[in-house]
T-cell receptor, first 115, second 114 residues
């Protein structure tokens, strides 16, 4: 089974702190993704990566950055956390499709609260 | 631009009832993929199905079935004889050909009462 793990299930940080969310997948997937999930808004893509050291902005990249130094690991960084970044953060991975898009496999999520 | 709309925010039914979750999508592309995911209380999204735009055949998997209609840009999901374990948030999603990302709908919270 594909396994996507996230470093924390729950995290509480203070405004202005630098926050690292880590994601690791064990299926040698090229693609990795970070989403945030908010009530009534569904999942929104923050950043994704299709290879080591490669990254692409998603729909809501402001206030976030990412790092992918190894294929299996994709980190989301909040440079200076703000209260409006309180959310559920979900990591996912997938193989790239030739024409389309393969299903993504998701981690359990990190519920981040910024005070 | 791509867009997915799940107009039903919450649905509550009694066990053994049939329930349909609606999904309407917008895309300018002729080649695209549609997905359904389930998010149980544990939080981890679980993949249920993927369909491409050239395959309009309905799909049935046990108590689950999907109705894809390009004419109405809809990809609806029906659970027959619902069970308490079906309680979850369900997401519909869309990707266009060559675009390595998904656009999700807002999700529908389904509660099955015993």
């Amino acid at each position: 089974d594909v396994k996507v793990t996230q470093s924390s299930r729950y995290l509480v940080k203070r405004t202005g702190e630098k926050v690292f969310l880590e994601c690791v997948q064990d299926m040698d997937h090229e693609n990795m993704f970070w989403y945030r999930q908010d009530p009534g808004l569904g999942l929104r893509l923050i950043y994704f990566s299709y290879d080591v050291k490669m990254k692409e902005k998603g729909d809501i990249p402001e206030g976030y950055s990412v790092s992918r130094e190894k294929k299996e690991r994709f980190s989301l960084i909040l440079e200076s956390a703000s209260t409006n970044q309180t959310s559920m953060y979900l990591c996912a991975s997938s193989f790239p499709g030739l024409l389309g898009f393969n299903e993504q496999f998701f981690g359990p999520g990190t519920r981040l609260t910024v005070l | 631009a791509q867009k997915v709309t799940q107009a039903q925010t919450e649905i509550s039914v009694v066990e053994k009832e049939d329930v349909t979750l609606d999904c309407v999508y917008e895309t300018r592309d002729t080649t695209y993929y549609l997905f359904w995911y389930k998010q149980p209380p544990s939080g981890e999204l679980v993949f249920l199905i993927r369909r491409n735009s050239f395959d309009e055949q309905n799909e049935i998997s046990g108590r689950y079935s999907w109705n894809f209609q390009k004419s109405t840009s809809s990809f609806n999901f029906t659970i027959t004889a619902s069970q308490v374990v079906d309680s979850a948030v369900y997401f519909c999603a869309l990707s266009e050909a060559g675009v390595q990302k998904l656009v999700f709908g807002q999700g529908t919270r389904l509660t099955i009462n015993p």
